[in-house]
């Protein structure tokens, strides 16, 4: 028999109006109140989810920008490739005075030249490659987009860790939402159940009006407190149904198993030494402090000389008529070398640039400590609450069971009248607060020890498992 069975043929027992049946009524009645399909585990939650909630197309789309930072940081000391070809319309005039001629090998005899050309056709195409040898600011650009590669993994990661979290929080919300309401319902019924019993024998005289208007004030209070209840229903499921495409009435969670067991937890020691070296989001802000410090080399006084291998082929023709005739000139260059670049002054822009970069850089530094402060804070308070989480299972446990012997003393002194209606609906009360709050703690036990896995950068598919392993199957 499932939990919520369980807990049905609890009240109904409890109730003031509690009459033995035969078994075939017991099993019937926990046939109502058993799920009518097969129950869903956290583990084909998340995979469902994984398929289909739109944030982890997020996640993918984050994580397929590696490849093309990687590609971009190869890409930087390959050589380049440029041509260009242009034509049009031009004109041209030339005048040439002090030069010199030479024909058939006679003395030069000096000489003036003039060209022309109207209306004439140019034409113009070039190759250029280069290939770079130095450049501090490229060495230190390619580290950059390697490291923002390795940024883009670690916000997937993080964020498919934030998303596992998110659905089994999802996951237990359902479960506690179904129980709650569950349990409202089986009061509301015990309540009503009163109520009649109370107005029979207020109209017998065998019990005061007050009692009459307890009971109506109890039914009134519950049927408020269902329409709230069924409402968080609606919307865990909505959010649970969204996120793994199933329908409605196939969400139908698992509760922890009653004596499940969080594993082992290492000392606090060992915890935040974790945290420090291995936390997700510690990690991804000292990559972007690395960032920050190639960001400063970019930006250092040698960061701007370059030193390039170069080659170029080009041809430049002009043709048409001009004032002494038709007129053409072609003329050829090829060119092969070095190319050396320095920046001698930019204005103060270079320096300004310098200064935004040493400012970056301390920045950067100052968010990794306080983002391994905020790990190692979280960290301790999950730690501390996986420590105290047994016990405090065990007082709740033993809280729910002294609510339940309470609940039965105060039915008995209802029925031979040392206890009034009031004080046997509050009992009730009690009995299944206690149990609701036991099985809250349960489920926070186990989600906490999934923080502590996400904390200390060891989440995976695996923490699922283990969780999915705590739960009554």
């Known amino acids: 028999m499932s939990a919520a069975a369980d807990l049905t043929v609890m009240l109904a027992m409890r109730s003031p109006l509690f009459k033995p049946r035969p078994l075939s009524g017991w099993v019937l009645a926990a046939l109502l109140a058993s799920p009518s399909v097969q129950a869903l585990d956290l583990l084909k939650t998340w995979e469902l989810a994984r398929a289909h909630d739109p944030q982890m197309q997020v996640v993918a789309a984050t994580r397929s920008s590696v490849q093309a930072y990687e590609a971009q940081a190869q890409s930087l000391w390959r050589p380049v490739l440029m041509g260009s070809a242009t034509v049009g319309a031009m004109s041209a005039d030339t005048r040439t005075t002090g030069a010199?001629?030479?024909?058939?090998?006679?003395?030069?005899?000096?000489?003036?030249?003039?060209?022309?050309?109207?209306?004439?056709?140019?034409?113009?195409?070039?190759?250029?490659?280069?290939?770079?040898?130095?450049?501090?600011?490229?060495?230190?650009?390619?580290?950059?987009?390697?490291?923002?590669?390795?940024?883009?993994?670690?916000?997937?990661?993080?964020?498919?860790?934030?998303?596992?979290?998110?659905?089994?929080?999802?996951?237990?919300?359902?479960?506690?939402?179904?129980?709650?309401?569950?349990?409202?319902?089986?009061?509301?019924?015990?309540?009503?159940?009163?109520?009649?019993?109370?107005?029979?024998?207020?109209?017998?005289?065998?019990?005061?009006?007050t009692d009459t208007h307890e009971a109506a004030a109890?039914?009134?209070?519950?049927?408020?407190?269902?329409?709230?209840?069924?409402?968080?229903?609606?919307?865990?499921?909505?959010?649970?149904?969204?996120?793994?495409?199933?329908?409605?009435?196939?969400?139908?969670?698992?509760?922890?198993?009653?004596?499940?067991?969080?594993?082992?937890?290492?000392?606090?020691?060992?915890?935040?030494?974790?945290?420090?070296?291995?936390?997700?989001?510690?990690?991804?802000?000292?990559?972007?402090?690395?960032?920050?410090?190639?960001?400063?080399?970019?930006?250092?006084?040698?960061g701007g000389v370059t030193l390039d291998l170069v080659a170029s082929a080009g041809r430049d023709r002009l043709s048409g008529d001009g004032d002494f005739g038709p007129s053409a000139n072609s003329q050829s260059q090829q060119m092969v070398g070095l190319s050396l670049n320095v920046p001698l002054y930019t204005g103060g822009w270079r320096s300004a640039k310098l200064q935004e970069a040493v400012d970056a850089q301390a920045m950067a530094e100052a968010e990794v400590d306080l983002a391994v402060q905020q790990a190692q804070q979280q960290a301790r308070s999950v730690w501390l609450a996986l420590e105290t989480g047994p016990a405090r299972l065990t007082a709740l446990k033993a809280s729910w069971q002294a609510?339940?012997?309470?609940?039965?003393?105060?039915?008995?002194?209802?029925?031979?009248?040392?206890?009034?209606?009031?004080?046997?609906?509050?009992?009730?009360?009690d009995a299944a607060q206690a149990e609701l709050a036991w099985l809250r703690a349960q489920t926070e036990l186990l989600l906490t020890r999934l923080q502590l896995d996400a904390l200390t950068g060891s989440m995976s598919v695996q923490s699922l498992q283990a969780l999915n392993a705590q739960l009554a199957h």
């Open 403 to 429: 609510s339940s012997a309470r609940l039965d003393a105060t039915r008995l002194g209802r029925q031979v009248g040392d206890r009034t209606t009031l004080a046997l609906l509050q009992a009730e009360n």
């Open 100 to 209: 010199q001629f030479a024909v058939g090998g006679q003395p030069p005899m000096p000489g003036s030249f003039a060209t022309s050309a109207s209306a004439a056709t140019s034409t113009r195409w070039s190759l250029q490659a280069k290939q770079p040898l130095y450049s501090p600011e490229r060495q230190a650009q390619q580290a950059q987009l390697h490291t923002a590669a390795g940024v883009a993994e670690l916000r997937a990661d993080l964020a498919q860790q934030q998303f596992m979290l998110l659905t089994a929080q999802r996951y237990f919300n359902l479960l506690l939402a179904e129980r709650q309401e569950q349990v409202l319902k089986n009061q509301y019924a015990a309540v009503s159940r009163s109520l009649t019993e109370v107005k029979d024998r207020f109209a017998l005289g065998d019990l005061p009006v």
């Open 218 to 302: 109890r039914a009134t209070g519950l049927q408020a407190q269902l329409l709230a209840a069924g409402s968080e229903v609606q919307m865990a499921r909505s959010l649970l149904t969204d996120s793994t495409r199933l329908l409605a009435d196939a969400l139908k969670p698992l509760a922890p198993k009653a004596d499940a067991a969080v594993t082992a937890v290492p000392a606090l020691a060992q915890v935040l030494e974790q945290v420090r070296e291995a936390n997700t989001g510690v990690r991804l802000q000292k990559t972007q402090q690395d960032m920050a410090r190639q960001e400063l080399k970019k930006h250092q006084r040698s």
